[in-house]
């Protein structure tokens, strides 16, 4: 499998010349999602859902299709007749040739004040998990943990928690388009091996459009 890093919290899979994409919002690239067979969103919030970003991968692609939550189904399906399918927690399903396992039901808390929404997590092929906007933790082994490391929703102690509790083989930075360049170093400390460690996970993260062979 290769997993190419697109802008902000997407990310492309690819396994014998077929694609899945996750999250395809408003921060990644206008064609991230063009060329996948398959595309997974986590929930409704416009840097994760981003309604151009599906219509140019399924214009070019008549045979692609989109497995999301209801909150975004119900705004798709309209457009997308038969091509769009609810998921949920606890659903399994087959998708571009991966197998895929749907984790969670609400989005992490940004303030009391705001009513939490629907978000799911995708577990990919039993490597690759993708926990969208929460802190999720799938209960089995995982061997890359897509890392949420920046958002208004968290702070980077329970960034390291998460990862010490999850602990993947690695994990790989999204959520992360809102991050100044400067800052960056001090999360790669934070989370590396000079910082207060998380469970022995390599830590890295990866440029949009860069790749890395899992």
Known sequence: MQLTKKGHSCVRLEKDGRVLVIDPGGFSEPDAAVGAEAVLVTHEHPDHFAEDRLRAALEADPEARIWTLRSV???LSAAFP?????VGHGDTFRAAGFDVEVHGELHAVIHPDIPRITNVGYF????VFHPGDALTVPGRPVETLMLPVHAPWNKIAEVIEYVREVAPRQALDVHDGLLRDQARPVYDRMLGPDGPGVAGARHDRLAPGESLAL
């Open 73 to 75: 189904a119900d705004q």
């Open 82 to 86: 038969g091509r769009v399918t609810t």
């Open 124 to 127: 990919v092929d039993g490597s």
